[in-house]
């Protein structure tokens, strides 16, 4: 297997010139805001007809991300006061939902007070704090119903949240006393349901099917509530996978669309499907550059001991996969003509779990060049321990601003042919 070298020009250009910069050998995130922002319309432009798009900022909430995308999005979904925070500093304000387990009262009062659109409950004891809260501040608040939905066996997949026990959402079996509980509590006002079930769906087909199951329960949730013309918001929750071990190889997000939109024109009253993503936005425009500082070989095994490692980018170890690596060769000019051997590429942490990608074909790699770690914008750096060892933090570079943008990057949306 050849190793990947393609990188859009303007981030090279601008990984060139920060390295020219450091002093000390680099480990920084490169966004590729044009990128993002032309994948982010490719996404929102193949959903049928009132069908929604909302971003999950837990993926990446940095601002230049959230700004980025504000104006593509339909909306956002926060589970946080500190993310209510960002998103209502966002250069386009956009309406939000707040969901997530463990939601403090102080932050479901300042959701309503900064005009939180709707509320994704929980749990049943939520549905009483919320009641309460929109009382005191006089005021009806939409809500959804956050559903832990018995799944047929074929539709899991590796990080389940629902059809299994799980602290997310409500149990199917309790759906009934719920939407009973929310009926009688004056202050609130049920619009309808919130399934998030699963994380790194790679297969449009089974992500077909999990929604086509969803839009077969739908009759049946909705005719729980009193009131159930009310409810018309059906959200899908995101889960959409990025496949990290073979780039070229993407989510069909084109072909699911297509067959949302034969679902929902076969139904007689179909609800209003609003996705909310976060890893499949956001992942492709991040690039994570560590700058080889060792190259050793122990027991017959090389190593390239890096600056930085899993402190600042956790996905690999979370994941538990060899992320890919292109190698940026510090005399790009001088053809590499060495053979191919195996390395192991590892980060600066006194702990062998600091291992970013095992046995990966490079050659001629030298002290001083610079490997680049690509699909590192969704749950890279936020998601890792920064702190541990302290390491300082990385430099987030973001590339380019979208409104010069003339030349939007390739899109991951349409799935490239296999090589
Ligand atoms: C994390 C999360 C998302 C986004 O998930 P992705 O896999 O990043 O698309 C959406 N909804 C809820 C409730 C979440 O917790």
């Not at 409810?231 to 990290?244: A, M, R």
């Not at 956790?314 to 292109?326: F, G, N, T």
Request: a negative charge; charged letters at 20%.
């Amino acid at each position: 297997m050849a190793e990947q070298t393609t990188m859009p020009v303007h981030v090279l250009a601008a990984i060139e010139e920060h390295q020219r910069q450091c002093s000390d050998p680099v480990a920084a995130f490169f966004y590729d805001l044009p990128a993002l922002a032309a994948h982010g319309r490719a996404v929102k432009s193949a959903l049928p007809e009132n069908v929604e798009l909302y971003y999950a900022i837990k993926a990446n909430s940095e601002a230049a991300i959230i700004d980025t995308l504000a104006p593509v999005v339909d909306g956002f979904e926060l589970s946080s006061g500190g993310e209510i925070e960002r998103a209502c500093n966002s250069a386009t304000p956009r309406p939000w939902v707040l969901s997530g387990p463990g939601k403090l009262d102080s932050d479901m009062r300042h959701a309503m007070l900064q005009g939180v659109e709707a509320f994704h409950i929980e749990s049943i004891g939520e549905i009483t704090r919320l009641q309460t809260i929109a009382a005191s501040l006089q005021r009806t608040q939409p809500v959804l119903l956050r559903i832990n939905p018995t799944l047929p066996d074929e539709l899991s997949s590796r990080l389940k949240m629902a059809g299994t026990a799980s602290p997310f959402g409500i149990d199917e079996a309790q759906l009934a006393e719920a939407v009973t509980a929310v009926d009688s509590a004056p202050n609130l006002s049920l619009r309808g349901f919130h399934i998030h079930a699963m994380s790194h769906q790679k297969c449009e087909q089974r992500h077909q099917r999990l929604l086509s199951f969803y839009l077969q329960c739908w009759p049946r949730w909705r005719a729980l509530a009193s009131k159930h013309e009310q409810l018309t918001q059906l959200n899908v929750g995101g889960g959409i996978g990025v496949n990290y071990l073979q780039p070229a190889q993407q989510f069909d997000w084109p072909d699911l669309c297509r067959s949302l939109e034969q679902q929902l024109e076969a139904m007689h009253e179909p609800p209003l499907v609003r996705f909310e993503i976060g890893r499949f936005l956001s992942a492709f425009c991040g690039y994570y550059v560590v700058e080889v500082m060792d190259t050793k070989i122990s027991h017959g095994e090389g190593f390239l001991v890096c600056r930085g490692g899993t402190h600042q980018f956790r996905l690999p170890a979370a994941q538990a996969h060899d992320h890919p690596v292109i190698h940026l060769p510090r005399s790009a000019n001088q053809p590499n003509q060495a053979e191919y051997r195996p390395w192991t590429v590892v980060g600066q942490l006194c702990t062998p779990k600091d291992v970013l990608s095992r046995h990966q074909p490079l050659r001629g790699v030298a002290i001083g060049d610079l490997l680049v770690l690509p699909l590192a914008g969704a749950y890279g750096y936020n998601i890792s321990h920064a702190d541990f060892l302290c390491h300082p933090r990385p430099e987030q570079i973001f590339v380019g601003h979208v409104s010069e943008s003339p030349t939007p990057e390739a899109s991951h949306v349409q799935s490239e042919p296999v090589e």
